[in-house]
C-alpha cells in the first residue's frame, strides 16, 4: 500500500510570491491534516479535512488556506509569503475520527522563503 | 489548553543502554491518545507507540514501552537496548478521540553513542 505523498519535496520561493503543496493520502484515509514544522515553534498544526470539509483549524493567519478534493487528495496554499513562513509543512493522513488514532505522516514539503 | 511538554531537549545513550524519555501533557478530556513519534533525520514521522487514556496496561512495541500515569499527566518512552538506528527526533503527542488534530511537544533529540 503506499504511503502518504507529498509534492513538490522542496521549493524555493520569494518573499510576496504564493505556493500551494499536495498531498495523496494513503488509499481509503478520507482524513487529512496538515502540520507546519520549524525548528524554533516545533509542530503547529494547520488544519484538518475529512469528506472535503474542513473540520478543524489551528491558529494560523489567513494567506494559509487548504481545500480537499473528493478523492481525499488535499492541497494546501499559501500566498503572501513571508520569511517566517520558511519550514516543512507535513501532510498527514488517517481513517476515520476515532478509529485507531494513528495518523501517518508524508515526506514533506520543505518550503524556502528568500 | 492542552499542551505537550518534552523537557529534554537532547539526550544521548550508549548502544545497548536504555533510556528514557519524559513527557507530560495538560488536558481536561477523558477520552484521548498518547503517542510517541520518531522522526529519523530522513524527515518521515513514523508511530512508534500509542497509549489509550482508558487502558491502565502501559503499551509496549517491542523495545519501546511507556510508563503512563494518568493522574499525573505523565507519559515516558523507555527504549531499552539502543541501537544506531534509534537515532532521531523523537515527539510526544497527545489527540483527543473524536478529533484528528494532534498536539505535539517540542521533541528530544536522542543521540546514540557507539
Known amino acids: 500500500k503506499a504511503g502518504v505523498t507529498q509534492t513538490p519535496r522542496y521549493l524555493i520561493k520569494t518573499r510576496g510570491q504564493q505556493v500551494t503543496l499536495s498531498c495523496s493520502p494513503i488509499s481509503g484515509h478520507r482524513s487529512v491534516s496538515w502540520y507546519q514544522q520549524t525548528p524554533g515553534q516545533g509542530l503547529q498544526f494547520l488544519f484538518e479535512?475529512?469528506?472535503?470539509?474542513?473540520?478543524n483549524k489551528g491558529n494560523f493567519p489567513g494567506r494559509f488556506s487548504g481545500r480537499q478534493f473528493s478523492n481525499s487528495r488535499s492541497e494546501m496554499n499559501v500566498s503572501t509569503l513571508e520569511l517566517g513562513d520558511s519550514a516543512l509543512y507535513l501532510c498527514?493522513?488517517?481513517?476515520?475520527?476515532?478509529?485507531?488514532?494513528?495518523?501517518?505522516f508524508g515526506e514533506g514539503s520543505r518550503l524556502t522563503v528568500l | 489548553a492542552q499542551t505537550v511538554t518534552q523537557s529534554q531537549p537532547e539526550m544521548s545513550v550508549q548502544e545497548a543502554e536504555t533510556v528514557t524519555l519524559s513527557c507530560t501533557y495538560d488536558?481536561?478530556?477523558?477520552?484521548?491518545?498518547l503517542f510517541w513519534y520518531k522522526q529519523p533525520p530522513s524527515r518521515q514521522m513514523i508511530l512508534v507507540i500509542r497509549?489509550?487514556?482508558?487502558?491502565?496496561q502501559n503499551a509496549t512495541e517491542n523495545r519501546f514501552s511507556v510508563n503512563f500515569q494518568k493522574a499525573a499527566k505523565s507519559f515516558s518512552l523507555k527504549i531499552s537496548d539502543s541501537q544506531l538506528g534509534d537515532a532521531a527526533m523523537y515527539f510526544c503527542?497527545?489527540?483527543?478521540?473524536?478529533?484528528?488534530?494532534?498536539?505535539f511537544g517540542k521533541g528530544t533529540r536522542l543521540h546514540i553513542l557507539p
Open positions: 497509549q489509550e487514556a482508558y487502558k491502565q
Open positions: 488536558t481536561s478530556e477523558s477520552d484521548y491518545y
Open positions: 503527542a497527545y489527540r483527543v478521540r473524536r478529533d484528528d488534530k494532534i498536539i
Open positions: 498527514a493522513s488517517s481513517l476515520q475520527t476515532g478509529r485507531t488514532g494513528e495518523l501517518f
Open positions: 479535512y475529512f469528506s472535503e470539509t474542513q473540520r
